[in-house]
C-alpha cells in the first residue's frame, strides 16, 4: 500500500519528487503558491523542461493518485502523513543560502499541525538548520512532527533517471519511527539507504557538490597546464580516471560548472566556513578557478583574432549544460557581455533556452544563421546539434580564416580543422599554440 504524500513547492525538485512518487503508486498532493503553475500543472504541461516528465504527469493525472494545489484550501487539510519541503533556497548577497521560504513554510506547517506527521526536508538547507527549525517551530506545535533531512541528487536533463537509478537515499532524523516511514516509502527504489543524524544528511549533500565541483576544477586547472606543456587534456583525463579511486566522471575540462546548485551550494558553504570560524581554503580556490575559467574564451580569441571590435562572434549554447532550458549561472551568460564590451558583434542560439533576457545581442533561430559572416563561434554547450554539426557547411559560411573554440571540449578537432577552421580548446593537444 502506498503512502500519502504531499510536497511543498513544485519547482524543479518538488515536481520531480511529486510526480515520481506519484508513479510509484503513493498518494500525491503537490503545493505551490502559485496558482498559475498550479493551473498548468493540473492540465498536464510541465512547468520545467525534463525529459519524461510529462509522461509521469499525464499519467499521475489521469490515474487520480497525483494532484495540485494552492495553500489557500487551507494548511491543516494539506498536510500528509509524510509532507515534504521542497521549496528554493535561493542565494543571498553575501553568498548564503535565503532559508526565507523554507522558514515560512516550516511556520505554517507547525501552526496548521492537528495530527502527527513526518517533516522531511527536500530543499538544499545549511548543516544546522534541521535543528533550529525543530527547536523554533516544531517542538511547540500542537501535533508531534517528526524531521527527517533527505537531500536530493538529481541531476538537471537526468533528474526521472537520477530518482529511480540513484546511488544511495540519505535519511538524516533522530526518530527511528520516521525512518521507518521513510524507507518504506523508497521500499521499491534499489538502492543502498544510509541513516545519519540530521547536520550529517545536510553536510552530505554540500560536501557532495563541493567534491564535484573541486573534481571539475581541478581538470581545468590540468587542462590548463597540458596546454601550458603541450599534452592532451582528454587523455590524462582517460589516464587518471583509469585509477579506481579517482574515478573516470566528472573529469570533463570546459569553460566551467554552472547551473543551480554548484555555485549556489559552493558559496553557501563557504559562507558556513566563515562564520563557524574556518577558511576552506581548497574550496575558495575551486570557486576562484571556476570563476577564471569562465573567461577562457576570451583569452582565447584575442590570441587568435587580434581585434574582435566589429566582428561577428556566434556563441552556441546559453543553457549550463545540454538537455536543459537552464541558464541559471551558465557560463554563456558570462562570455556574452565580454564580447560586447569589445565591440564585438554577438549572436547567440541555443536549441531550447529561448527565454533569455540579452540586450544588444542578435538571437538566431537556427545554427547557420548563427554562424553566417561570424569570424569565431564559441561552443559554450555540448548540445547534440553542435556535436554533429556539418562543419564543411560551417566553414562555408562563416568568415574567411574563422575560428571555432570548442568550451565544452565535445568536438572532433579533426573534422573542424579538416574544414578548413582554426580549432581551440580547454588543454586539448596544445592546440592553441598550433
Ligand atoms: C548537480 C549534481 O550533479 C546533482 O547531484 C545535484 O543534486 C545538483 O547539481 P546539475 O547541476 O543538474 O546537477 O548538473 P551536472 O550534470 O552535475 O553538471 C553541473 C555543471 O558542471 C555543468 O555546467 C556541467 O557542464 C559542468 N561539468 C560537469 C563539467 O564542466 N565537467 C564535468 O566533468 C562535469
New binding site residues.
Given amino acids: 500500500m502506498g503512502s500519502t504524500v504531499t510536497v511543498i513547492g513544485t519547482g524543479y525538485v518538488g515536481l520531480v519528487t511529486g510526480v515520481c512518487l506519484a508513479h510509484s503508486g503513493h498518494d500525491v498532493t503537490c503545493v505551490d503558491i502559485d496558482p498559475a503553475k498550479v493551473e498548468r500543472l493540473s492540465g498536464g504541461t510541465s512547468t520545467i523542461y525534463e525529459p519524461g516528465i510529462e509522461e509521469l504527469l499525464a499519467e499521475g493525472l489521469e490515474r487520480g493518485n497525483l494532484r495540485f494545489r494552492t495553500p489557500e484550501a487551507g494548511w491543516a487539510s494539506l498536510i500528509s502523513d509524510i509532507t515534504f519541503v521542497a521549496v528554493g533556497t535561493p542565494m543571498a548577497a553575501n553568498g548564503a543560502a535565503d532559508l526565507t521560504a523554507v522558514r515560512t513554510v516550516t511556520e505554517q506547517l507547525a501552526a496548521a499541525a492537528d495530527r502527527p506527521f513526518t517533516l522531511v526536508m527536500k530543499s538544499t538547507v545549511p548543516p544546522g538548520t534541521g535543528e533550529a527549525l525543530q527547536e523554533r517551530y516544531l517542538a511547540s506545535a500542537k501535533a508531534t512532527i517528526g524531521y527527517v533531512s533527505n537531500?536530493?541528487?538529481?541531476?538537471?536533463?537526468?533528474?526521472i533517471e537520477?530518482w529511480y537509478a540513484t546511488d544511495r537515499i540519505v535519511l538524516g532524523s533522530s526518530s527511528s519511527a520516521d525512518l521507518a516511514r521513510m524507507r518504506a516509502l523508497y521500499a521499491d527504489i534499489e538502492a543502498p539507504v544510509l541513516e545519519t543524524d540530521v547536520a550529517s544528511a545536510e553536510t552530505i549533500?554540500y560536501a557532495?557538490?563541493a567534491f564535484?565541483?573541486t573534481?571539475?576544477s581541478f581538470?581545468?586547472e590540468m587542462a590548463n597546464i597540458c596546454d601550458a606543456v603541450g599534452a592532451d587534456i582528454d587523455s590524462v583525463a582517460r589516464g587518471i580516471g583509469m585509477d579506481k579511486r579517482i574515478g573516470p566522471?566528472?573529469?570533463?575540462?570546459?569553460?566551467?560548472?554552472?547551473?543551480?546548485?554548484?555555485p549556489k551550494?559552493t558559496r553557501a558553504l563557504d559562507f558556513i566556513s566563515t562564520i563557524n570560524g574556518y577558511q576552506f581554503t581548497l574550496l575558495k580556490a575551486v570557486i576562484d578557478v571556476n570563476n577564471r575559467q569562465r573567461l577562457l574564451p576570451m583569452v582565447h580569441l584575442a590570441r587568435a583574432l587580434p581585434d574582435l571590435h566589429a566582428r561577428r562572434i556566434a556563441v552556441l549554447g546559453l543553457s549550463?549544460?545540454p538537455d536543459?532550458d537552464?541558464v541559471r549561472e551558465?557560463?554563456a551568460l558570462d562570455i556574452v557581455p565580454l564580447l560586447i564590451e569589445e565591440g564585438a558583434e554577438v549572436v547567440v542560439y541555443d536549441p531550447i533556452a529561448a527565454e533569455v533576457e540579452l540586450a544588444e545581442v542578435e538571437r538566431a533561430d537556427a545554427v547557420w544563421d548563427a554562424l553566417e559572416g561570424a569570424s569565431a563561434a564559441i561552443v559554450a554547450?555540448?548540445w547534440r546539434e553542435f556535436i554533429e554539426l556539418d562543419w564543411s557547411r560551417a566553414a562555408s559560411v562563416m568568415a574567411a580564416d574563422a575560428v571555432v573554440f570548442d568550451g565544452?571540449n565535445c568536438l572532433d578537432p579533426a573534422a573542424v580543422r579538416g574544414a578548413g577552421l582554426r580549432y581551440m580548446a580547454v588543454g586539448r593537444d596544445g592546440a592553441h599554440r598550433r
Fill in positions: 537531500p536530493e541528487f538529481l541531476r538537471e536533463g537526468k533528474a537520477d549533500k557532495s557538490n564535484l565541483s573534481k571539475i581538470i581545468n566522471d566528472f573529469l570533463r575540462a570546459g569553460i566551467g560548472y554552472g547551473g543551480s546548485c554548484f551550494d549550463f549544460k536543459t537552464d551558465s557560463p554547450t555540448e565544452r
